[in-house]
């Protein structure tokens, strides 16, 4: 069964610092998805990482992967309050039929403060 | 513009009364699915439609039921709500089950079952 942990669940940071949220898989899967949730919003769609070693780059956040390690890191570089929000990262598994389905990590809720 | 609707956004029901959340999509996607959203849990996919009348079990489908009988169109279908139900419900879609596809999220349903 295809287990995704993400970690820290909750962070709390200033303004201008850095810091980076981890993404770990239990199975093998080359695709991984970052989506960010405001409150009371819908999911939206930030990376898409498709292979070993992918680095996509959006603003002030940074996304990897890595699939040997099976793990993915979101880089937030200098955060600003806008950034506030939840991220989830998700990752495929391919069901006995061949279809694929996304697992989602339970999110990590990150609040920029001034 | 492109985009998944559901309806309604917000409801409030009682034990026992059925109850349809409808999903709609204009891109013409062959893959919907319905997520739950409950605290501390993240995203838990219900069910799953790779197209037209083919629908598939998520990793919690107890209590739910959906069908496919138009490609736009993925309603859940709640026959007889308990309060385990109360939840935070979004449809997706994308373009196929299969490969590499983002998914597209609703708005978001948040049902109270009294």
């Known amino acids: 069964e295809l287990k995704v942990e993400q970690n820290p669940l909750f962070l709390s940071m200033q303004e201008g610092k850095n810091y980076t949220i981890y993404c770990n898989y239990s199975t093998t899967s080359d695709r991984l998805y970052w989506y960010r949730q405001d409150p009371g919003k819908s999911l939206e769609s930030l990376f898409v990482?498709?292979?070993?070693?992918a680095v996509k780059q959006e603003g002030r956040l940074m996304a990897s992967l890595d699939t040997k390690a099976r793990l993915s890191t979101l880089h937030i570089t200098a955060a600003v309050h806008d950034l506030s929000a939840t991220y989830f990262c998700a990752v495929d598994r391919i069901t006995q039929g061949g279809s694929e389905k996304l697992v989602f990590g339970k999110g990590t809720k990150l609040t920029v403060n001034p | 513009e492109a985009q998944v609707t559901q309806n309604p956004r917000y409801l409030i029901t009682v034990t026992g009364k059925k109850l349809t959340v409808t999903c709609s999509q204009n891109m013409n996607h062959e893959y919907m699915s319905w997520y739950r959203q409950d605290p501390g849990l993240g995203l838990r996919q219900i069910y799953y439609s790779m197209n037209v009348e083919v629908t598939d079990k998520g990793d919690v489908p107890e209590g739910y039921k959906v069908s496919r009988k138009e490609k736009r169109n993925f309603p859940l279908i709640l026959e007889s709500p308990s309060p385990n139900q109360t939840s935070l419900y979004f449809c997706?879609?994308?373009?196929?089950?299969?490969?590499?596809?983002?998914?597209?999220f609703g708005p978001g349903t948040r049902l109270t079952v009294l």
């Open positions: 990482l498709l292979s070993n070693g």
């Open positions: 997706a879609s994308s373009l196929s089950g299969f490969g590499v596809n983002e998914q597209f």
